[in-house]
């Protein structure tokens, strides 16, 4: 079974940067949060949102109905 893609090329790197970011926040840099839970759960947020954007695909915009992605024209 092979992920249909639904994720436009802005919302790929729109989660590439705000994934990384999350996990640079939750898994290293310590000070910017406090909580040691929360920043764990910040940091595998990132690590989520970077594997959809490598993946393409988006496991909420499927369950939503919803998608970004929009096939070229031929």
Do not use: Q, W
């Not at 919302?11 to 640079?24: F, M």
């Amino acid at each position: 079974m092979a992920l249909e893609r639904n994720m436009h090329t802005i919302d790929r790197a729109a989660r590439i940067i705000v994934g990384l970011a999350c996990v640079y926040i939750g898994f290293f840099d310590k000070s910017m949060i406090g909580n040691d839970l929360i920043s764990a759960l910040v940091g595998v947020f990132g690590v989520v949102n970077v594997g959809a954007a490598i993946l393409l695909h988006c496991p909420v915009y499927r369950l939503a109905g919803i998608s970004s992605y929009r096939a070229p024209e031929a």
